[in-house]
């Protein structure tokens, strides 16, 4: 009984953290466009083809 002293408390504290770098990842905007960089990789670079140089990338 006496561990749940000790496990209750560091649960909520890992409770805690986790939902504080939910909300700030949010609030930053780390989850606005969920698509578009999957699909960035499914598209071909056009002036890589043409030119054969390499784009710097963003």
Do not use: C, N
């Amino acid at each position: 009984m006496s561990v749940m002293y000790l496990i209750l408390p560091l649960a909520l504290i890992v409770v805690f953290v986790a939902v504080a770098g939910f909300v700030w990842a949010a609030r930053k905007g780390q989850f606005d466009d969920l698509d578009t960089p999957a699909m960035r990789a499914l598209h071909d670079d056009v002036s890589e083809k043409k030119t054969g140089e390499k784009r710097p990338t963003e």
